[in-house]
């Protein structure tokens, strides 16, 4: 099984890079004005969201500097450990739908304490892949095309990040 799942993802980023210019190709799509069409939007649509983006940064900042995760950590990890979930990823878990930076730098440091081959190093790395940051997708990307009222985003946003650890939780333990 190990074997299988190290083939595939030794070849999946290949194969998608011919397949995809080569469809392209074959539907008579110009692929490199396309790209360059996409590039010339892309910027404009960063341009807009830089100030969406310093206002999610400096939330997160504020909400780190002041304990507010650590409040949090304390405040729910008798719960979560009742599940499964360990206390030493929650931090984690906390800040994967708010930052994928910040998340990373947390990942980064249970894996270096505990090492990648860890339960803990495996569990955090699956987090990490498989969750979204819901928070700054919907700061960053609502905001900079004008969404005013989200309804339901966060509510379903959030759901499917507890859906994602939950998955993570379960896989890791039985695999690993």
């Avoid at 969404?147 to 990040?161: H, M, N, P, W």
């Amino acid at each position: 099984m190990f074997a299988i799942i190290a083939e595939l993802s030794r070849w999946a980023i290949p194969v998608l890079l011919l397949v995809v210019p080569l469809i392209a190709a074959i539907r008579g799509v110009k692929v490199y004005e396309t790209f360059v069409e996409g590039a010339e939007e892309g910027f404009s649509t960063a341009v807009k969201t830089i100030p969406y983006l310093v206002a999610m940064l400096v939330a997160i900042s504020i909400f780190r500097a002041s304990g507010a995760m650590e409040v949090l950590v304390v405040m729910i990890s008798p719960f979560l450990n009742a599940v499964g979930l360990p206390a030493e990823v929650l931090p984690h878990a906390i800040m994967r739908p708010l930052s994928g930076g910040a998340a990373l730098g947390i990942a980064s440091d249970v894996i270096k304490t505990y090492g990648p081959d860890s339960f803990l190093g495996r569990l955090v790395s699956t987090m990490q892949g498989s969750c979204d940051t819901t928070f700054y997708v919907l700061t960053l990307y609502f905001g900079s095309v004008g969404i005013k009222k989200y309804r339901y985003s966060v509510i379903t946003g959030l759901v499917a990040d507890l859906t994602t650890l939950t998955a993570s939780v379960f896989l890791v333990s039985t695999l690993f």
